[in-house]
């Protein structure tokens, strides 16, 4: 964590005893915004999220308020949130930390969320592995039910909202916002075509709101400090803090909360204590491993915020940073990524079902007997063919990798090509 | 097959917490693989019964997800994160380990039935890296003497 607690949104509460239960959030000011919220109209509400800048947590970036503003007003039809919990993208932990150690934070935005949009009925969809944050946030919201804060007339006014723990089962592809859906309403976790957009037509064919973990946990502090204390932090185009999940070749790895537009230097060097055995930096993924790849010299200049990420070819996705010393094969690296996209695909689409695993084959027959010249034309050929062709973004998030390493990093694959004399082979 | 009374209880809670019954498919998949260890094809036909869904779809949502078991696995299944962050720091090394030591291969349980062996996809905990699950606990930052020491206290 940062040395100065004052600097924290999200994080407050992390390592205090107890943490996650309602007695140690309403002590240190937890469920404070619930009066003001219920003072303001809901179009108020979403007016303020709309000022503060906030955006989307989990990937994309999109502006929350203006998310929710296209939820239908005039539909007679139940409206729905779903947070997205299902926390998969390689390198990234920062959600299982939110709801372990801050479960309370989540519901107190969870109320907010729902009251600006309409909501009765919320759901948490949480990926199957988390078991520890499944019972923290479970109890959290049997707790909340309890003190009458959740169900009927909550806190005494004319409102009322559910809110259902929803658990996954094992599948990447369901952190994707309509094959979220998909699995929520009992199907396989296979995305949809976009538009009609989850907004309009969402859960069981309702208007749905989709906002990641982090986005909704930033709620509280938005609606009591309001949306100029929160653009104190960060960026112009960045407001607001971030939590990133560091990772790999780094002294000191966790989840760190930040201000964005913080130096991946200083993040590397200073926050996580500078490279493991003091070796030096080779690459950095920024945001998840679907980002484009960084190079040392990249991290000379960039910033932890949406626009310096974009100036450098690259995104700030879900703030997953893997950090790789100059021992790695990015060869290796891509290897183990296109495993993972191969493995991960829903196979509705050819491009990417087949895409994928045709690139993990060749990157496979690359490591193990070396590969020729055209093979890594033939990899960018495959990846662009695979780029925007399909109903999600799963086949771009192999693509985009595989563009970029090839880009950034030529010579770790020459080193693996037949006519070089002293070709390596890599037993995988 | 069917419901232990207390499973049935949760089973009728379930169905008040979504608008349709096919919404609670997964949760009650999870009952079944709770009461069972894995999910049969008698139990697909039950759930199928229960939810007004056909065993086929049943069975297509089963076979989507990592998590639900087709047969029966080891009392402790041992589930080993490959994923970068994981592989930069040694997931290989814990699962030669785990092979060597235990005699089986990946997707294998010992004779005794006490351990199965598989790889898994990102764990969400990269910073903790090597990490794997054991059943459901997570045990990060590991080393093969690390290994030796919980399977020891498993055993």
Not at chain 1, 194 to 211: E, Q, S
Not at chain 1, 400 to 423: E, G, T, W, Y
Not at chain 2, 125 to 143: D, Q, R, V, W
Request: glycine share 8%; aromatic share 8%; hydrophobic share 35%.
């Amino acid at each position: 964590m940062t040395d100065n607690k004052d600097n924290l949104v999200l994080t407050t509460r992390f390592g205090l005893e107890k943490s996650y239960t309602a007695d140690v959030y309403q002590k240190t000011g937890g469920y404070k915004s619930i009066d003001k919220l219920f003072s303001m109209k809901p179009d108020d509400v979403i007016e303020e999220v709309k000022k503060s800048g906030l955006r989307g947590r989990g990937g994309a970036g999109f502006a929350a308020g203006l998310k929710w503003s296209f939820i239908p007003k005039n539909v007679d039809k139940p409206k729905y949130l779903c947070v997205n919990a299902d926390e998969s993208e390689p390198g990234t932990f920062k959600d299982r930390y939110l709801l372990e150690d801050d479960p309370h934070q989540l519901i107190e935005g969870i109320i907010i969320c729902c009251y600006a949009i309409g909501a009765e009925s919320a759901y948490v969809y949480i990926r199957g592995e988390f078991d520890l944050a499944y019972r923290r946030i479970e109890e959290a919201v049997q707790e909340a039910y309890q003190k009458g804060y959740l169900g009927k007339n909550l806190f005494g006014k004319n409102y009322k909202l559910d809110v259902t723990v929803h658990r996954g089962a094992g599948a990447y592809i369901c952190g994707e916002e309509t094959a979220l859906l998909s699995s929520l309403e009992g199907n396989k976790g296979q995305p949809r075509i976009k538009p009609p957009f989850p907004a309009v037509v969402g859960l069981f064919g309702c208007p749905t709101i989709i906002n990641n973990v982090e986005t909704i946990s930033a709620l509280p502090y938005i609606l009591n400090n309001g949306a100029d204390a929160y653009k104190k932090f960060g960026t112009e185009k960045s407001p607001g803090t971030k939590l990133f999940s560091v990772s790999g070749h780094v002294n000191k790895p966790g989840v760190y909360e930040l201000p964005l537009g913080y130096p991946m230097k200083d993040l590397i060097n200073k926050v996580c204590g500078g490279m493991k055995d003091g070796k030096a930096l080779k690459a950095v993924i920024p945001g998840g491993t679907s980002m484009p790849i960084l190079t040392a010299k990249d991290c000379e200049t960039v910033t932890l915020d949406y626009e310096s990420m974009t100036a450098h070819q690259t995104m700030l996705g879900s703030g997953g940073v893997i950090v790789m010393n100059e021992d790695v094969d990015m060869v290796w690296v891509l290897r183990n990524l296109s495993r993972f996209y191969a493995h991960e695909s829903c196979g509705q689409c050819t491009p990417c079902r087949e895409g994928t695993g045709w690139i993990d084959k060749m990157l496979v027959r690359i490591l193990r007997e070396g590969g020729e010249e055209k093979d890594i034309a033939l990899l960018n050929e495959l990846s662009d063919n695979m780029m925007g062709k399909t109903i999600c973004v799963l086949a771009d998030s192999l693509s985009m990798p595989v563009i970029s390493f090839i880009k950034k990093f030529p010579d770790d694959f020459r080193r693996h090509l037949k006519n070089r004399p002293q070709a390596v082979r890599v037993g995988i | 097959m069917e419901f232990t009374a207390d499973n049935k209880k949760k089973f009728d809670t379930l169905l008040t917490r979504y608008p349709t019954k096919k919404a609670a498919i997964l949760p009650t998949l999870w009952l079944v693989q709770g009461q069972y260890g894995f999910i049969s094809d008698e139990a697909m036909e039950y759930v199928g019964k229960l939810l007004d869904l056909s065993p086929v779809h049943v069975l297509s949502v089963v076979t989507f997800y990592t998590m639900f078991n087709r047969k029966p696995v080891g009392k402790h299944h041992i589930q080993v994160c490959r994923t970068l962050s994981c592989a930069m720091m040694g997931a290989d090394s814990l699962v030669d380990h785990l092979k060597t030591k235990l005699k089986i291969n990946e997707g294998e349980t010992t004779r005794d039935g006490k351990f199965s062996l598989c790889t898994v996809e990102c764990l969400a905990s990269c910073g903790t890296a090597p990490a794997i699950m054991i059943n459901e606990a997570y045990h990060e930052n590991l080393t093969p003497a690390k290994l030796d020491k919980i399977l020891a206290e498993l055993a």
